[in-house]
């Protein structure tokens, strides 16, 4: 019997699969410190350095700042994920 929740070729999917497959999709971007920051996913290298557009900072779920471009340096990134709803709906 095999493994539980083996779905076809989804099961082969690599991280590094979905990082590329999200480039240019609204993403939120979980710091170390409890910091998001949402925006869009302009791009990353293989260190987590990450690169977005439109990107706005929240603090403890409050918007705090918006910038146009951010950097955020990889050894700071907790998790990235894809955003549920677009930056216009206050994702």
């Given at each position: 019997?095999?493994?539980?929740?083996?779905k076809g070729s989804a099961a082969t999917k690599t991280p590094g699969d979905f990082l590329k497959s999200i480039r240019g999709r609204p993403?939120?971007?979980k710091l170390n410190s409890g910091v998001d920051y949402r925006g869009i996913l302009a791009c990353l290298d293989g260190y987590m350095n990450i690169a977005m557009e439109q990107t706005e900072e929240y603090v403890n779920g409050q918007l705090k700042n918006k910038y146009g471009d951010a950097f955020i340096r990889g050894n700071n990134v907790l998790y990235i994920s894809t955003s549920k709803r677009t930056l216009a709906d206050g994702a």
């Amino acid at each position: 019997m095999s493994g539980g929740g083996e779905k076809g070729s989804a099961a082969t999917k690599t991280p590094g699969d979905f990082l590329k497959s999200i480039r240019g999709r609204p993403v939120v971007v979980k710091l170390n410190s409890g910091v998001d920051y949402r925006g869009i996913l302009a791009c990353l290298d293989g260190y987590m350095n990450i690169a977005m557009e439109q990107t706005e900072e929240y603090v403890n779920g409050q918007l705090k700042n918006k910038y146009g471009d951010a950097f955020i340096r990889g050894n700071n990134v907790l998790y990235i994920s894809t955003s549920k709803r677009t930056l216009a709906d206050g994702a």
